[in-house]
């Protein structure tokens, strides 16, 4: 399938999409969310995923210039936008069984922001920041930004960003512990694909389960956790990785990781 807002490439096992809307300084329109969530429907057998923006910058959230059908108000196009197009890629995204690492280049506003937050990895050049424009323009929350911003940073900064609106430099978010990494900008992607290369090359069963554990975890009682780990840890303790690790620890050998 051919995109005209995304891109979707192959380096070996890693799967790279790359928001590509420069007319728009890639903002998160419903036809760039429904092309990756298609793109994501064909990572095959990638083994992990690197999600970056073309350009100066990741993405500059959604796209306010967007036309109202006639007899529908701003905010029923907005919510009927959510609900066919960015929520659903967004459930794609956060479903995935492999490790995802997000390249933020530049600025990651409004819905952008957290679209990059959805990453399990979100690695920022030192110029990129983080600006949840919502209130800004007189609006309220999308893409998630309820749900994993508190989660990450806590209610006080998460107030801060959402409420106050103040604009959050990289460094800062790594202080907060909202993101996992700064580097200079020129080594933003390599960074991302050295990474991605590392991961790519592990126990994919095993990150699978782990990410959709923590998932479950943090909207979840202490209880089902528990049970949730006991799943995941039957599913990836009876996979052929988890095999090769204990051969290869008998033998005294790095293990060998196929992502079975």
């Known amino acids: 399938m051919s995109f005209s807002k995304i891109t979707l490439d192959r380096q070996g096992a890693v799967a790279v999409l790359t928001l590509n809307d420069p007319a728009t300084r890639n903002s998160l329109s419903w ?11 064909q990572l095959g057998d990638a083994r992990a995923l690197v999600i970056t923006g073309a350009g100066k910058g990741f993405c500059s959230g959604g796209n306010m210039a967007s036309e109202t059908p006639e007899g529908m108000g701003f905010g029923d196009m907005i919510a009927k936008g959510l609900e ?6 967004l459930r794609k995204l956060a479903g995935l069984k492999i490790p995802v690492v997000a390249a933020v280049n530049g600025a990651a506003a409004g819905a952008g922001a957290p679209l990059a937050l959805h990453a399990d990895f979100v690695i920022a050049g030192e110029s990129a920041f983080f600006y949840f424009a919502f209130a800004n323009v007189g609006l309220a929350l999308d893409a998630g930004a309820s749900w994993i911003l508190p989660r990450l940073v806590g209610l006080a900064r998460a107030n801060e960003a959402l409420i106050l609106v103040e604009r959050i430099p990289a460094a800062k978010a790594l202080d907060w512990g909202m993101i996992y990494k700064v580097v200079a900008d020129e080594a933003l992607l390599a960074e991302a694909m050295a990474l ?49 690790a204990v051969q290869a620890f008998l033998e005294k050998r790095p293990p060998v990781f196929r992502g079975e």
């Open 84 to 89: 066919d197009a960015v929520n659903p890629m």
């Open 196 to 244: 991605a290369a590392r991961l790519a090359a592990g126990p994919t069963v095993s990150y699978g389960q782990i990410r959709q554990a923590l998932q479950f975890a943090a909207s979840s009682t202490y209880e089902n956790a528990l049970r949730t780990e006991e799943d995941a840890q039957r599913t990836s303790g009876n996979a052929k990785d988890c095999a090769e």
């Open 31 to 41: 036809d760039l969310c429904r092309e990756m969530g298609d793109a994501l429907d």
